[in-house]
Structures are given as C-alpha cells and as structure tokens.
C-alpha cells in the first residue's frame, strides 16, 4: 500500500496548481460576476493536456485514469477556481463515450474533450422525477431510422457553454414494451430544444438551466452505443467518475478555504500581540475541518485506485463515500473560514463566503447526501429499502 502519487502525477498536480494560481479566486469570481464564462483557464487547461488526462491516447487524451483527473479537479478547487463542468464534460461525458461509445462517436467527440474545444454536458435530472431516477418521463420513440425525444430536465449545467447535451431518456423495449434507459446525444441547437437559465444563489461562471425537448428529431446515430442495450451499463459508468471528481473538488475547495483562514489568523491581531489563531476557539475549529478534507482524500484515493484497477463495485462503495465525506467537509470548511475571519469573511475580497453556496450545493448534487446514506444503508449495511 503507498499513499504517495507516482512522479508523473505529482508533476501533474504541480502543474495543474501552478496554472490555477495563476488564474485563481479573483479571477473565478469576476467571471462570475460578469456573467461570463472561464473560458480562457478552460482552454489552457485544454492545451497543456489537463482536460483529457482521462481520455484514451488514440483519440487524443492523456490515457490515464480518474486518479490524474480527479488531481485535476482538487487542485485547481484548490486554487479557488472549482470548475463544475470537469465533472460533467470530461469525468462524465468522456468515460461514457470511452467506454460505450461506439468507435465512430468516440473518433467524433474524444479529441474536442481532450483539448478542450468541445463540452458536452449532462441532463439526468427531472422537474417530477427528482432523486428517483425510475420515474424519469423523457421519452424516446422510433421516428423512421432516427428517433424522436420528448421531456423537461432541470439544473443542467453548462448548456449555453456545450456543443451536446448527453440525454437520458426511456425507449420502449420492442421484446418487453417497458421503458428502458438510453442515451442521447443531441446538439444544443437542435430544432425542439430549449432552454431557460436558473437563478441560482451560486456565485459561479458556470450555469444551470431548464431544458425543454418538444419533438426533438435526432439520427439513428445519435443514440449512445451500439444498440438499445448500451443505455444501462453507460449510465452507470458515468456515476464513479462524477462522484469522484465531485469529492475531489470539494476537497480541493475545503484546502483552499483553509488556507486562506489560517494565513489570516496567524497575522490577524486584535488582544495585544498574540494572533487570533493562537486562541483554540479559532484555532481548534479549522483543525477540525481539515482533519475532515484530509480524512475525505484518503477515501478519495481509494475510490479513484480501485476504479482505476476496474474494481467498478467497490470503487461505488469508496466513490460514494468520498463524496459524502467531501461534501461535508467543504461545507465545514468554508463556513469555519468564513466565521474565524469575522466581518472580513463575508466581504467578497477575502474570497471565502463567495464559495458558501458552490459547497452547500455540493451536498444536494450531484447526488444527495441523503441518497448516499440510502446507498450505504442498503448496500453496505444490508437494509430494507423504504422507498
Ligand atoms: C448546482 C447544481 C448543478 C446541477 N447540475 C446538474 C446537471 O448538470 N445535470 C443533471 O442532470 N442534474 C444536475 N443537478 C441536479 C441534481 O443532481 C439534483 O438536484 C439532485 O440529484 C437532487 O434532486 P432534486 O433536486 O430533484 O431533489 P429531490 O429528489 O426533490 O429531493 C429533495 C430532498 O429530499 C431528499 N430525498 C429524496 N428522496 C429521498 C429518500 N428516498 N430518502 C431520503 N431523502 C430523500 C433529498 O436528498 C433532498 O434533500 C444539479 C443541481 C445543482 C444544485
């Protein structure tokens, strides 16, 4: 057993973090703020290779795994610069064509991900269906060769920043006559899709939005895999790398606020000469938060390792539990920061309370904490499902 990254992914992390303070919090904010995008992080991070370090070396990516997109993810959240859109467009999106794909999507779509030239989201989520993914009500019906999808997904992120929007919606099984899931790739101009942004209380360069598909007509193509049978294995695929790189962004924003704390109450004087961080009620409190983040990237790390080693099962198990541990983290994190820095916390300049809703929105998507306690429960504790 070793806990230490091998030389190639500790230059990794030394990259991605020297080019995410480069940018860092000020800069993530003013997009934010303006309403734009980061658009130009995103495509230096494409450049030098950060984006597709997941994606298989034939269609252009790094060709490692989800541990060097998950170091990705931490440092540049580390960086004050959590970008939603890694877990969407490259942890989800690209190992789902990657793995089930068929070899002209992947020759397609890969490359755009890997350097970033292209972004495709993720729409799973349903105004009715919410958490329970069985009652999903987009449906897809045969339309001559091609196919027809009809529905409203809600919370997209990123939508006005992609060239596709990966869809999941249930197809009539022809044997059966039940629904079935399947995935869709539909441009984001296609005729029948529409959209309306989110007033979210996030500040965040990334967006989310209300998706209307009205008879949105697509090509057999666009159907993700081979047949009609991919659209289950290839929605799971998508969850271990999502939950992982969620974790790894909430760590990544849980070091940052951290740092940022205790850089001010080891010079923040207001009793004589001693700092504020000498006093344990300010002191003890960010101890406790980053035993948290520390403790939620070990759990990180082993999801990442087992996924890597294709241990796809308890990689869900340690994946699940890394979010949980992260999200909670993050959110102990920023609010401890936010409280041991006073009045200067909430100012937008010490950059800490511009992070409260990103993290507490950590603990809601992309899977709530409850339903991972659910998951737990059932699956590890063996217990009885309520619901
Ligand atoms: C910032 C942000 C970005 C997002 N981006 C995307 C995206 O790109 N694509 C996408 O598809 N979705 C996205 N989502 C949606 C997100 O995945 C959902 O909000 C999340 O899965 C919860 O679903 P819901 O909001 O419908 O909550 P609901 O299902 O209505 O649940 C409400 C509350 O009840 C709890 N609850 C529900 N059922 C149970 C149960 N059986 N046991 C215990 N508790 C339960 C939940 O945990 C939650 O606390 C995003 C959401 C946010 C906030």
């Known amino acids: 057993m070793t806990f230490d990254l091998t030389p190639e992914q500790d230059q990794l992390r030394d990259a991605v973090r020297a080019l995410g303070r480069r940018y860092g919090h000020g800069y993530f904010v003013e997009k934010a703020k303006a309403g734009e995008h980061t658009t130009e992080l995103w495509a230096e991070a494409g450049r030098l290779g950060y984006l597709g370090v997941n994606i298989p070396t034939e269609y252009g990516g790094g060709g490692g795994g989800i541990t060097e997109l998950a170091i990705v993810c931490e440092e540049l959240a580390a960086a004050g610069c959590p970008l939603l859109l890694l877990v969407v467009s490259p942890a989800i999106a690209a190992t789902v064509l990657s793995r089930h794909g068929t070899e002209e999507q992947r020759k397609r779509h890969l490359p755009g991900l890997a350097d970033g030239s292209q972004k495709i989201v993720f729409a799973i989520t349903e105004p009715e269906a919410g958490s329970n993914f069985h ?5 897809a019906r045969r339309d001559g060769d091609g196919w027809l999808l009809n529905g409203r997904k809600c919370y997209i992120s990123g939508v006005d920043e992609a060239g596709h929007v990966l869809v999941v919606a249930r197809t009539e099984d022809s044997s059966t006559g039940k629904l079935k899931p399947a995935l869709f790739l539909v441009p984001t101009d296609a005729a029948g899709l529409t959209r309306s942004k989110l007033d979210m209380e996030i500040v965040s360069p990334e967006n989310q939005f209300l998706l209307y598909l009205d008879d949105v007509r697509l090509p057999a193509d666009a159907l993700l895999g081979e047949s009609l049978d991919a659209g289950l294995p290839a929605l799971f695929a998508g969850l271990n790398p999502e939950r992982i790189t969620v974790a790894a962004m909430g760590a990544g924003t849980g070091r940052y606020a951290i740092e940022r704390a205790s850089e001010y109450t080891a010079t923040r004087k207001v009793w004589g000469g001693r700092s504020i961080g000498s006093h344990q009620g300010v002191s003890h409190p960010l101890a ?7 403790l939620a990237r070990l759990m990180i790390q082993k999801a990442a390792t087992r996924y890597d080693a294709g241990r796809d099962l308890e990689a869900g198990v340690a994946g699940n539990m ?26 937008t300049e010490y950059g800490v309370a511009t992070l409260l809703g990103a993290v507490r929105a950590g603990r809601i998507a992309p899977v709530s904490r409850e339903m991972i306690l659910n998951f737990v429960a059932q699956h590890v504790l063996g217990q009885d499902k309520s619901y």
């Open 135 to 139: 009652r999903l009500g987009t449906v």
């Open 288 to 294: 406790h938060a980053a035993v948290q983040v520390e």
């Open 322 to 347: 890394a979010k949980y541990a992260a999200g909670e983290a993050a959110a102990l994190a920023v609010d401890t920061a936010v409280q041991v820095l006073g009045g200067a916390g909430m100012t």
